[in-house]
């Protein structure tokens, strides 16, 4: 009996080892990344909200934590436990796994100032009819149409803003251009400007304020702006759709109109429209003029590079007749313009990066990244690595001679919330640039001039610039 038992037990053991084999699942080597949750509840916000005021986001915040725990690493952040992600296989990651892993998440106040049913609160298939509608507009074919208005525009501007003035705020001024080609251009909303763009600005600073609604506050001054502004576009929307309906509309072909097509389709809802013209102007308004701001402010300090840019332009300029506007072929030649301008936005991204929610457990790069928490995507952590860009913190516009790698450069971010505004940001800043420097000499009037964020970066003295118009124009 024993000699049977014993000669039993090798099988034994291997049909333990298969079993073993088989079901046996190594324990995963997930772990949360390193780094510091700072304060209870807090966290670490008053030091990312130090660093971000001052414009020092990188060197004070992302940069000594990426050092100390990596690229990926976790923090908590206005009452969230978060995980900052950087580099391009990251950005890769969860860029594109929007609405399956995570799903964009913004701050209260913004959402309040936005509105709930802009297209940043959408998701999946309402998130994708938006985006087709708005799209529409801001694709290959919108930018055929937004083209002459674009360069009518922005010579108006100029001519009623520049003409005669010795010194202006090159920040407002753009700000202010920005607001007019996507109200009169894209929209074909002709509502009284100088009134409207107070109360946007107004909105604008209680996009990341605290959300407390108490009267001397700044979120309380915000709300009660975006209810003036909602008033005036109910009252838009619905003479348009009035007009659409009666088949008297004459500005037919403009964003506005896709929207309340769309509206009286019943795909979308009267609040969905004005939310989303809220939101375009938002998206447009501070990220344009800084970029336009920040590329005449590399370039008065990179003088070999303008001369480049400005030959580039004249060429395009002797090629027209006296008067004829610049055509999509013209902006196609203003290759090394959009390498400065690219270069410009690397180095001073208008966005710094954008928080994300981890709809599931999320295991990436052998860390696990609990569901609920949030993750945040820098441009920063990406732009400024030697990895995809050599000697980064220079000003080097022709490394964008060569492809970059993908998801390296975001400052536009990826995936399906891949900026929809982008060709028409792109068009604002080389049409400009082009009416501006071959009709303009102009300085800086304060090379140095300081860099602050509320939210969002921009000159602290709104880059005043002496001007004087060429002689040969
Ligand atoms: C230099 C100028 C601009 C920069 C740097 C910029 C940057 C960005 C970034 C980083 C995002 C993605 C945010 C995220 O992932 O959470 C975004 C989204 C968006 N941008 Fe822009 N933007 C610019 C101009 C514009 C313009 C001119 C418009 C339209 C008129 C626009 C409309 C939008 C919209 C609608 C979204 C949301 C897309 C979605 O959720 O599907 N942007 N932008």
Redesign the pocket.
Known sequence: MATFIYSLLPSFFFIIILIYIIFYKPKQDTKLPSGQMGLPWIGETILFYRAQRKNQLFVNFFQPRIKKHGKIFKTKLMGSPTVVVNGAAANKFF?SNEFKLVV?SWPTSSVEMMGKNS??E?QGDA?HCL?GI?ASM?GPTGMQMMMPKTCISIQKHLQKNWENNEEISLHRSTKRL?FTI?LEC?FGIGIEQETMIGIFECVLEGVLAAPINLPWTKFSRAKKARADIEKVLVDEVRRKQEAMESGKDEENGMLLSNLVAALIRGEITEAEVVD?VV??VF??HD??S??ISMTFKMLANHPDCYSVLLKEHEEIARAKRPGETLNLEDVKKMEYTWQVARET?RLC???FG???KATTDIEFEGFIIPKGWKVL?T?YGTHYDEEYFPDPMSFNPSRFADLVQAYAF?????????????Q??KL??LVFMHYVVTRYDWSLVYPDEPIVMDPLPFPSKGMPIKISPKSDN
């Open positions: 860029m964009s297209i940043m959408k998130h985006r708005i801001l920005t996507v894209l989303n939101l375009l998206a447009a990220t344009t800084y970029a936005m991204p208008p966005i954008s928080f994300r995507w441009t975001i400052p536009f971010g990826g995936g399906p919330r891949l900026c929809a505004g982008y028409l940001a604002i800043i």
